[in-house]
């Protein structure tokens, strides 16, 4: 891998974080490690929302493309509501060596206000999209402020130490969105569940 | 005695030419091992030898065809180079004999002093003076080009002087004038000294590459005396003052002249009002780097044009994306498998002719 090349991109992407909104950090110790964030579009449902971006560099980068997946949960066709996971073309078949972390962070953010729900990675999220569009925008602005949001930046802690309590970790997140991050009201329903 | 010295130019520019397209690979190699990782240079290696061997004979043709053309009159290349080596200073006496009027016609602001220098000792009449004024001329010479392999070139140089001395003892008068000559031949000579070995004197490691570093390069003083002579004063002068302050960029301004020949968008710079052309626009290219691994582009890279697209990249990139899908970062077209390397080619070919253009222009008499 070309660890110079990271190194200035890395550089050159987080001097102007002010203008962009896109930072990149990294993970561990090695720069094949990094995490993105980027911040969510204006005028959508994931605005005001900061999206974190889990970035793997494998040996070929940049010959081959970033591995990148959500780290935040976000409701939206082309990305998995479970897992993360991507579908965006310029990540896969359609990476160029002449794209570079930034570029590709900003097509991510690009894609958040442009769903594209012919091509879907979350099927559930792309058929609500088609039929049921209110329902999307309000889903998915939920999970923006639930999951995106400052305030909810604890999430995963709180899912943690409910789920050591013994809850089942999906019941679990579910509570903590319907109670919209509040820890003990969460607890609450979990147990009158 | 034009068409003489002409004769004795042909003659002479030819090991020069066909030496200086292979120096020039050399230079490049060499200056690149400055800069790049070893990885890096292996590759361009391996690309480097392959472009040669690709287009390796076109080159000898256009060595041969080019030098053919202008001047008219030469032998084999290969051969006479040898032959040059050994006749060379007699050789060089003949001209000094001959162009005596041209070295003071041609000469310079820059050239003055030294003929001054010349033609008091000339008045002297002393023959211990001569091997001073040799001496002295050798030490500015060296003084003045402070990034050249000075050992080997000033050394090669004060033997010429010595022994063109030795041949005149029994006619002063003929030492004089022939000594006069000589000065301002060895000024012209420096420059050309200084610009053509500046980036060979990286090349010092390799001890037996310096006599022909030496005749290598008075060749190329008959080559640009001729246009001296023939144009215009303040050209040499601006000439002079264009390289020498960029001899260690030598490497990088040989090429754009090339470059400029090689874009015909832009020929009347290239045949345009004298001293620019000659790489005082174009010394240094603006440093790009490479869009895909951030490296500075050298000169064959920022020529190097693979796709219609106008996508730059360097070589060792370019061979690293032909290696897994073939497509070009800028377009995502596949790289079409010739217009790379007829762009090298083409290339490697007008690099052949850069000498070439510079005695066509000078194709008179």
């Known amino acids: ?193 | 005695m034009h068409s003489d010295s002409i004769a004795t130019n042909s003659s002479n520019i030819i090991p020069m030419a066909s030496s200086n397209a292979k120096d020039f690979a050399k230079k490049k190699r060499v200056n690149r091992s400055a800069k790049l990782k070893q990885c890096k240079l292996d590759a361009r290696r391996e690309q480097w030898l392959s472009k040669v061997n690709k287009c390796s004979s076109e080159k000898e043709d256009s060595n041969g065809v080019r030098v053919l053309g202008p001047l008219s009159k030469a032998g084999n290349v290969q051969g006479r180079a040898m032959e040059k080596l050994e006749i060379r200073p007699r050789g060089e006496e003949e001209n000094h004999g001959l162009h005596i009027h041209h070295y003071s016609d041609s000469e310079s602001p820059s050239n003055s002093p030294m003929s001054h220098n010349g033609s008091i000792l000339g008045g002297n009449d002393s023959g211990t003076t001569f091997t001073g004024s040799s001496r002295s001329s050798v030490s500015s010479s060296r003084s003045s080009s402070s990034s050249r392999s000075g050992g080997s070139c000033s050394g090669s140089m004060s033997e010429e002087d010595e022994e063109g001395d030795d041949e005149c003892l029994d006619d002063w008068e003929t030492v004089a004038d022939a000594l006069a000559a000589t000065e301002e031949k060895h000024k012209p000579d420096d420059h050309s000294l200084d610009t053509d070995t500046a980036s060979e004197s990286k090349d010092v490691a390799h001890g037996d590459s310096h006599p022909d570093d030496a005749t290598g390069a008075a060749p190329d003083d008959d080559l640009k005396a001729k246009p001296e002579n023939g144009i215009s004063l303040d050209r040499s002068t601006v000439k002079c003052r264009a390289w020498r302050p960029d001899d260690v960029f030598r490497p990088q301004s040989l090429p754009n002249l090339s470059k400029q020949y090689s874009f015909p968008m832009n020929p009347e710079r290239y045949f345009g009002c004298g001293g620019s052309v000659w790489g005082c626009k174009n010394v240094r290219p603006a440093p790009t780097s490479c869009p895909i691994c951030y490296e500075d582009l050298d000169y064959t890279d920022s020529s190097f044009i693979p796709c219609s697209c106008g996508f730059k990249l360097c070589l060792f990139c370019h061979k690293r994306i032909l290696e897994e899908d073939g497509r070009c970062p800028g377009c995502r077209q596949q790289y079409k498998n010739e217009s790379g390397k007829v762009e090298t080619l083409l290339d490697g070919n007008s690099l052949a002719f850069r000498l070439a253009r510079s005695c066509s222009m000078v194709t008179r008499s």
Not at chain 1, 34 to 49: A, K, Q
């Open chain 1, 1 to 193: 891998m070309d660890l110079s090349r990271v190194h200035k991109e890395l550089r050159e992407c987080n001097k102007d974080v002010e203008v962009s909104g896109i930072h990149i950090a990294l993970k561990s110790d090695s720069l094949t490690h990094l995490v993105g964030t980027i911040p969510g579009p204006l005028g959508t449902p994931y605005e005001g929302g900061t999206f974190k971006i889990d970035i793997i560099l494998t040996d070929g980068y940049p010959f081959e493309p970033p591995k990148m997946k959500f780290v935040t949960k976000v409701w939206h066709p082309n990305i998995s509501s479970q897992s993360g996971a991507i579908c965006l073309d310029i990540l896969k078949d359609q990476w160029s060596p002449a794209l570079t972390l930034k570029t590709a962070l900003l097509s991510i953010q690009a894609l958040l206000s442009a769903p594209e729900p012919g091509d879907p990675q979350d099927a559930v999220v792309a058929q609500q999209y088609l039929k049921e569009y209110p329902t999307f925008v309000s889903t998915a602005r939920y999970w923006t402020e639930a999951f995106a949001k400052e305030s909810s930046l604890g999430v995963a802690e709180k899912v943690q130490r409910l789920v050591e309590m013994g809850f089942p970790e999906d019941l679990v997140r579910s509570a903590l969105e319907a109670a919209g991050g509040d820890e003990n009201l969460a607890l609450e329903k979990l147990c009158t569940a």
